[in-house]
């Protein structure tokens, strides 16, 4: 599961209503995350950055793991089991909070994404 960091650490600046409303959509509506990140306004704040780059990256493993694996039906289980996923994420992120994902956050701060 992700791990929970309360708090700023990308930046101290406060997490707004918005901000959270934006990366809750992100999670949930990946061209919304991409929206996200030709917005001027919105890619300088960290908290939304942080998530929509998050969720663009999770959703294209996550695209691409279901999509090879859908001729066998365990696609169809890693489809749901992604979507449930996301819904969580997308909780945790409206509730204002930096959410890790094991490997995947790592990965996004190595290449400089986040």
Not at 6 to 30: I, N
Not at 53 to 63: C, P
Not at 82 to 99: E, F, N, P, S, T
Request: proline residues 4%.
């Amino acid at each position: 599961m992700a791990e929970e960091m309360v708090g700023a650490p990308m930046g101290g600046e406060e997490v707004t209503d918005d901000d959270k409303l934006w990366a809750l959509l992100s999670w949930l509506f990946w061209p919304i995350a991409i929206i996200v990140l030709f917005l001027e306004d919105k890619k300088e704040r960290p908290f939304i950055k942080y998530h929509a780059i998050q969720s663009l990256v999770l959703g294209v493993i996550a695209g691409l793991v279901t999509g090879v694996l859908s001729f066998i039906i365990v696609g169809c289980f890693v489809g749901i089991a992604w979507l449930i996923y996301v819904i969580y994420l997308a909780v945790q992120a409206y509730q204002g909070k930096w959410v890790t994902i094991p490997v995947l956050t790592d990965f996004c701060k190595n290449q400089g994404w986040i």
